[in-house]
């Protein structure tokens, strides 16, 4: 990877898109946990949620997910959780951005603090400002 940049510099290291349906398979926590290991390398990291990938970060997923029924006492964070904490740890080297289109195709418009919504016209400038990008979900 390039020298670690910045959403202020307007560079970044790595472009992650994410088009997968968030509970369909491993791949929102393959992403989560690429996000954060480059994150703790030093890089900068921007993810571009597409799909039914934009509904991750809705405000109503609140703190933590709904209880497991076989281990009640154990409360596990949301995946809106999650992706507030990267941002609150990692303010100006990760960014989360939601399509626009495909947000309000699937009534998720309500998302937590810190998070853009983007028109998807605006998706190649994000490429272009990416030393990588990598595609993850379907088509």
Do not use: N
């Not at 959403?7 to 970044?12: K, L, N, P, V």
């Amino acid at each position: 990877m390039a020298e670690p940049g910045t959403a202020r510099s307007g560079t970044w290291d790595l472009l992650i898109t994410l088009t997968a349906p968030p509970f369909d398979s491993d791949t929102v926590t393959t992403v989560l946990r690429l996000a954060d290991a480059t994150l703790r390398r030093g890089a900068s990291v921007q993810v571009w949620a597409c799909g039914y990938a934009t509904a991750l970060t809705q405000r109503g997923l609140g703190a933590v997910k709904p209880r497991d029924l076989r281990d009640l006492r154990t409360e596990h964070p949301s995946t809106a959780a999650v992706i507030g904490g990267l941002l609150k740890s990692h303010p100006d080297t990760f960014a989360w951005y939601v399509c626009r289109f495909c947000a309000e195709d699937r009534g998720a418009t309500e998302h937590i603090d810190g998070i853009a919504t983007r028109s998807f016209s605006r998706f190649p400038r994000h490429v272009a400002a990416s030393a990588t990008t990598v595609y993850v979900g379907g088509a």
